[in-house]
């Protein structure tokens, strides 16, 4: 690095600045087709929300932040609900969110319930090979009938979205 002039700092050829901290790129998605899934099953469904980025090093960390536009349809008389949201890689492993185990969002009564599910967690790759950040549902039990919507009808009313930002170290 040579001296700084004014605003500018030159860097020699061969040689890479690293500022821990700072935003090294950004990668955003969105989704607004409809997705859904059926009550009372184990496994984990995706929602059509995706991203991947190419992290330029193995020491960056990944802030990844967005929401989730989600609709829970129930009927039937009093009873819970139970659905789940995660962040999970493309082998589909969670890297935040709950199982299927765990109780995320429950009702007590039938009430249908929309809204954003918040994204927001910091994550390690450790690789400089591509990744990928998915959200995946799991609408785990219900007393009555539940269908859980990720971007319900499918409008930009209904929109998520996901944003990756890689982070120096």
Do not use: W
């Amino acid at each position: 690095i040579q001296a700084a002039t004014g605003s500018n700092i030159a860097i020699a050829s061969g040689h890479v600045l690293q500022a821990p901290g700072h935003v090294i790129q950004v990668v955003h998605s969105s989704a607004t087709s409809q997705v859904s899934q059926s009550a009372n099953t184990a496994s984990f469904a995706d929602t059509g929300l995706s991203a991947s980025i190419t992290p330029k090093f193995s020491t960056s960390k990944i802030l990844v932040t967005g929401y989730l536009s989600f609709y829970a349809d129930s009927s039937g008389g009093n009873g819970s609900v139970e659905f789940n949201f995660a962040v999970c890689d493309s082998s589909n492993n969670i890297l935040d969110g709950t199982t299927s185990d765990v109780e995320g969002y429950r009702l007590n009564q039938t009430y249908d319930l929309g809204g954003k599910h918040p994204i927001n967690f910091l994550h390690s790759p450790s690789t400089t090979s591509a990744f990928t950040y998915k959200m995946r549902m799991n609408a785990k039990n219900s007393n009555n009938s539940l269908v859980l919507y990720c971007q319900k009808g499918g409008t930009g009313n209904n929109i998520s979205r996901i944003t990756l930002m890689e982070i120096a170290q």
